[in-house]
């Protein structure tokens, strides 16, 4: 292939020094989880293929892309709450800290209590009071965390939502407004700890200010955890995630993903013209 020259600097070796420095700046960014080459079935009908993320340390990423191209079926598989679906199967590996966690001896509710999830519909105890709530998560698990106070009012503050229940914590969760119940939801997940927080688009039956309110939450989270979230919201991608994954299903085919990288590239200056007509609004 012919390459430009320009005094004795060829094109090429450029390239392949910006190449070496990215390569060097990833090594250096700690890897919290890693999927590697996942596909999905259900029953025989295969819904992902080849999925390969790497989730840096601290850092938010959203996982974007059309209704049914398996977004909800991938952060499953991500604690291991894919197996519980009848007639679900998984082939490749998922990294948490280096180690598979679906190797045999690993603990499927320990997973679960290291890689958090906060689901699209708030899911508080409606008639347990919001302290009841926090902690339930812990009495659940069997952990022991002494001072519960102290617990209730740091996880409720980190989901942005102390101030506004510090005064009735012993009232009944069911009483909160939607936004509230789901940052309720986000203080009982952070209770018990976790490494990873997996967010399935929890803030789209949410009004405006509390979408805010949340992906406040989120970033301020990102400074202490890693934090997965699936959006179909555009500009929620933009403002809360470091890094996107798009997903694209099409003509029956599974899942993959099309481009991933930081979230400047994927909506400033993507590489793949479907990438490129999908943020824009184009289709999905
Ligand atoms: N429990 C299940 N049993 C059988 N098929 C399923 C199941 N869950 C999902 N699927 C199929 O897997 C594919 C991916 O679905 P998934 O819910 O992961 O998509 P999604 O990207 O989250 O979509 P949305 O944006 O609408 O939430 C779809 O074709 C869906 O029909
Ligand atoms: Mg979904």
Redesign the pocket.
Known sequence: MATAEYDDVRIDDVQELEREIASQRDANVPIEMETRDISVW??K?K??EGVSIAFPKQSVTALI??????????IRTLNRLHEL?P??ALAGEVLYEGSDIYAPEVDPVHIRLKIGMVFQKPNPFPSMTIRGNVLSGLKLSGMKRSNHDDIVEQTLTSAGLWNEVKDRLNAAAGDLSGGQQQRLVIARALAVNPHVLLM??PCSALDPGSTLKIEETIRELSKEITIII?T?NMQQAVRVADNTAF?L?TDGNP?HVVEQGPTTEIFGNPRDQRTLDYVNGRFG
């Open positions: 259900f029953a009908r819904v992902l892309g059309p209704s049914g191209c398996g977004k909800s079926t991938f679906i007639g679900a399935d688009e699936v179909h997903f299903a899942g």
